[in-house]
């Protein structure tokens, strides 16, 4: 049987630094090996603010943000075997296809599959599913989920237990996984010292993840003062505001000193590059390993004297924390649902779907960790 177009409200973002506007759109079904969903949650990501903003060099408009959603699926395209009509699902902005040359490298969660046409606001077959006022809309990072129904590429999609409330576990669709995957996935942070630097919901995940798993001091940077407390809460054991530091003093010097020599491990979550190049140089000589998880606005580069590297500190980062979306979400809820894992902390805000470019003003106010979109 053929599917129908559906009629819903999404939030259109119509041009950089442009309001998103509730609109009615048509959503095409999906074609073969593709996904529609309803979604009925999805959280809001600095990254949709980011490319809302016109800083993210690959932004497209007219363009339908989210990427941290949750929702059922309402019908399946031809081929689609690995999730079925009425599953309870999360969208996935890194696909996993374990056919491409990145997914069989055993490497890297980078798969190749759809990133292309990913990157160009379209489906694999070049087409978008979205039409508004007889326009096509563009999709976002192949997910879409500030749309009550959006279509994805059946790679770019993972079914999770039922039982998992969706307006909690949306958020393994970004902002907890990667900051987990972050920590999981480097071997020695048992024992070790971090400091983490921005304590957003990314930050504050890393610094959950690394107490989990056994790191012996955990620092967390960040210049809001309000964010002390979130940080010790979710595990920080101290925490250093930059700005009230001694006239003169950098943050980098005052964290060698501090640590006998540096940090074995760092992690940037601001997105701000002088940071990044700060968290790499609070890195102990010989050792230390900087992560960069923040994502720079275009035009925007990292610097830092080669010898930092010359002496043995290694310079890394990651993309949805190296995990596999498809292979991996599915624990990841369990992990949930046991009280392994935390998520429900992260939801400080919540707002009904005509309001969303509120939960965007909460993002700035300095105490939204993560606003929950109910569509
Ligand atoms: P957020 O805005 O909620 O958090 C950023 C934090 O950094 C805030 O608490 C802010 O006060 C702090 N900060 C700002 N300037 C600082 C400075 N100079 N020194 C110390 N702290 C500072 O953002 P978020 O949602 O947690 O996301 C963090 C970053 O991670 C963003 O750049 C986002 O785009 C990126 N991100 C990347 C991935 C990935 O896969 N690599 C995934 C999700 C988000
Ligand atoms: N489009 C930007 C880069 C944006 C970016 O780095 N995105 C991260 C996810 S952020 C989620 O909140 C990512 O996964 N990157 C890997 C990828 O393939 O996009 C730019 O600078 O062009
Ligand atoms: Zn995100």
Redesign the pocket.
């Known amino acids: 049987t053929v599917g129908k177009p559906i009629i819903c409200k999404a939030a259109v973002c119509w041009g950089a630094g442009q309001p998103l506007k509730v609109e009615e759109v048509e959503v095409a079904p999906p074609n073969a090996n593709e996904v529609r969903i309803k979604i009925l949650y999805t959280g809001i990501?600095?990254?949709d603010?980011?490319t809302r903003s016109g800083k993210d060099p690959e932004g497209l408009f007219p363009v339908i943000l989210g990427h941290e959603g949750g929702g059922v699926v309402e019908s399946v395209g031809e081929g689609v075997t690995s999730v079925s009509v009425g599953d309870h699902v999360i969208p996935l902005?890194?696909a996993e296809c374990r056919e491409c040359k990145f997914c069989k490298s055993g490497k890297t969660n980078l798969c190749g599959k759809v990133r292309t046409t990913q990157g160009q606001g379209l489906m694999p077959d070049s087409t978008s599913r979205f039409m508004c006022k007889g326009q096509p809309i563009h999709h976002f990072m192949g997910t879409s989920t500030f749309s009550q129904y959006t279509v994805v590429a059946e790679v770019s999609v993972v079914a999770v237990n039922k039982s998992a409330p969706l307006e909690k576990v949306c958020l393994l669709g970004?902002?907890i996984t990667?900051?987990w995957g972050?920590v999981v996935k480097q071997q020695g942070i048992k024992g070790s010292n971090v400091a983490v630097?921005?304590?957003?919901?990314?930050?504050?995940?890393v610094l959950s993840t690394a107490s989990v798993v056994g790191a012996s001091r955990i620092i967390a940077?960040?210049?809001?003062p309000g964010?002390e407390s979130?940080a010790r809460k979710m595990g920080a054991t101290e925490f250093v505001?930059?700005?009230t530091l001694p006239e003169g003093k950098r943050?980098q010097d005052y964290l060698v000193e501090i640590t006998d020599g540096g940090l074995d491990f760092t992690f940037?979550?601001?997105?701000?590059v002088?940071?990044m190049r700060?968290a790499l140089e609070s890195c102990h000589k010989g050792w230390g390993v900087s992560t960069?998880?923040?994502?720079?606005a275009a035009g925007q580069e990292i610097s830092t004297r080669p010898f930092q590297l010359v002496t043995g500190r290694t310079w890394r980062?990651?993309?949805?924390?190296g995990v596999k979306g498809r292979t991996e979400l599915p624990g990841l809820v369990e992990d949930y649902l046991q009280g392994k894992l935390k998520i429900d902390e992260y939801v400080t805000h919540h707002r009904k779907f005509a309001e969303i470019n509120d939960g965007f003003h909460d993002?700035?106010g300095?105490d939204?960790?993560?606003c929950v979109v109910d569509m």
């Open positions: 990501c600095h990254t603010e980011y902005y890194t970004c902002g990667t900051a972050a630097f921005g304590c957003g919901a990314i930050g504050l995940g940077v960040d210049t809001n964010k979130w505001n930059p700005t943050i940037d979550a601001t997105g701000n002088h940071v700060t960069i998880i923040g994502v720079a980062g990651t993309a949805f924390g993002m700035h300095g939204c960790i993560r």
